[in-house]
């Protein structure tokens, strides 16, 4: 298991659909989540420190796993299949790990509720991740082992198939890219 860290959120301006740019915490690739409007309403709203008059959905979903004297331990990124992403809530249950399945964004907005690390299995990465290079705003995906320089520039073929990812990036700051957006 890898630790991300949430890099930013990100708005397409010509379609608002919203991404979730995660980042290995001591590595260099990325991994983009497509996730809906709400989710990133409410993981903006947590990670820029404003307040709500009232609860969002993911303020009452964490409140009521502490009133059940439940705690978040972490949340896991453990599968993806196509372009859907898999992701787990780990609980702790009166000290026993209950896990419980959750859309990315869901586990995402609760993780930045609790303060609780989030994790991506190595598969995970390997399938989905990318990395971002700011000096020659080129795309490269991690290469598979025993392969040269463990990195290969992202196909034609690849492109077409992360075509809605790939007009995100050409209208993209790289240079913005640590700054939470929403």
């Not at 959905?57 to 502490?66: A, K, N």
């Not at 080129?138 to 990195?151: A, D, V």
């Amino acid at each position: 298991m890898i630790e991300m860290v949430i890099e930013s959120l990100r708005v397409n301006p010509q379609n608002y659909q919203r991404v979730v740019i995660l980042k290995e915490k001591t590595g260099e690739r990325c991994l983009p989540i497509w996730i809906g409007p709400t989710e990133a309403d409410a993981i903006a709203v947590k990670l820029q420190g404003s307040r709500v008059p009232r609860p969002l959905t993911h303020d009452l979903m964490y409140s009521i796993i502490c009133a059940l004297t439940t705690t978040i331990d972490s949340i896991l990124l453990n599968d993806i299949k196509g372009d859907i992403f898999y992701a787990k809530i780990m609980l702790n249950v009166s000290g026993k790990v209950a896990t419980i399945d959750a859309r990315p964004s869901d586990a995402m907005a609760l993780a930045v509720r609790a303060g609780v690390p989030i994790f991506a299995e190595e598969a995970v990465l390997n399938k989905g991740g990318i990395i971002l290079d700011k000096a020659s705003r080129e795309i490269t995906i991690p290469g598979k082992e025993g392969e040269g320089s463990g990195q290969q520039k992202v196909s034609e073929d690849e492109l077409k198939k992360l075509s809605a990812f790939r007009d995100f990036v050409d209208k993209i700051d790289l240079d913005d890219l640590g700054k939470n957006k929403s």
